[in-house]
């Protein structure tokens, strides 16, 4: 069973957990807040009558002694059954707000560091990448958009993956390679379905095309890397970017070079169901077997969904195959 505690933030606590008939955790390796969503009876057997709740009540949820949501109310849902539906997420929804910033030689850690300083939210272990990025110009951008943007660039600069999320009430950047979990899931273990997919739809680019202002002579300087073999295969399939200002000609040109190594590839994906594991969320790893594809082999979770109901748990997971 869930352990579920609404905090009022003026010192009273309420215990739930014997309220909710069923809820929903979500997370998302990229630019999205973690989310819960929660059902349960407003007019339960025992319920105190001063109980109450409403939107910014602080929701901490666990399961088997695993502290896995801590989060804010941001919506809420009544009908007339009695059945009411919170929806909050965690601290990674405050990024959605727009803001202007110049970062200058700046790691994507740094990056973090001082939005949250900004904005007021905490923060846990900041995980320090290689990659200094020399400048970072954003202007109305929400400042999700900003940190992901920064993660891009240490990823294609440090061959790393690096994975912001909320660990129960503080913003985290880890290595996703120091998150792999201890799970193997196949047919015969712990699946209950998948269906595969490959694609140029979405995230394939065959050109890659790299423009940036030149304030000497007001003109865009511009720096191409393609794949003609893959045109000829899939028809033109062009990435075009406004480059940061800061960054030199060897730097971009490099910059085009690594994109195109990137994302001159089919997306491979596969989504499988399987009994629960509380310790999976998105950004980590987990072993994937599945004989009818040919595929024994350790995959990225791109999002993942956990689902309970009375003393079921099963999770939906988005892989991703990273080579």
């Known amino acids: ?45 025992y ?26 109310v941001f919506t809420i849902d009544r009908s007339a059954d009695d059945t009411v539906r919170l929806l909050a997420y965690d601290q990674l929804r405050y990024l959605m707000a727009n803001e202007s910033y110049v970062f200058r030689d700046v790691t994507a850690a740094d990056v ?17 990448s290689r990659h200094r990025i020399p400048l970072l110009l954003q202007d109305n ?6 940190i992901v943007r920064a993660l891009d660039l240490t990823l294609i600069a440090d061959k790393k993956i690096y994975v912001l999320y909320d ?46 202002n030149n304030k000497s002579n007001g003109r865009r300087d511009v720096y191409i890397a393609y794949d003609s073999n893959a045109i000829d295969r899939w028809g033109r399939l062009q990435l075009y970017q406004v480059a940061d200002e ?3 000609r060897a730097q971009l040109e490099e910059l085009a070079v690594q994109l195109l190594r990137y994302r001159n590839r089919e997306s491979k994906t596969l989504k499988a169901d399987a009994l629960g594991d509380i310790r999976v969320r998105a950004g980590g790893y987990v072993k994937l077997r599945v004989d009818a594809l040919g595929i ?16 079921e748990h099963i999770m ?3 892989l991703k195959v990273v080579d």
Do not use: P
């Open 296 to 311: 024994d082999e350790r995959m990225l979770v791109q999002e993942c969904s956990h689902e309970f109901r009375g003393d």
């Open 1 to 45: 069973m869930l352990q579920v505690w609404l905090d009022k933030k003026n010192g009273t606590v309420w215990d739930m957990s014997t309220l909710v008939t069923s809820a929903v955790w979500k997370t998302s390796r990229i630019g999205k807040a973690g989310c819960l969503d929660l059902t349960f009876v407003r007019s339960a057997l």
């Open 112 to 128: 973090v560091r001082r939005i949250a300083d900004d904005f007021g939210l905490k923060t846990g272990a900041l995980a320090a």
């Open 47 to 72: 319920q105190s009558k001063d109980f109450t709740f409403e939107n910014g009540d602080n929701l901490r949820v666990s399961k088997e002694g695993v502290d896995f949501f801590n989060g804010y």
């Open 246 to 248: 800061g960054m030199n």
């Open 167 to 212: 660990d129960f009430g503080a913003l985290t950047l880890r290595d996703a390679e120091e998150m792999i979990f201890d799970l193997s899931i196949g047919e015969g273990s712990g699946m209950l379905g998948y269906s595969h997919s490959a694609s140029i739809d979405s995230e394939t680019y065959n050109r890659i095309k790299l423009v940036q």
């Open 316 to 318: 939906k997971l988005d």
């Open 141 to 146: 951008k929400k400042l999700m958009d900003m």
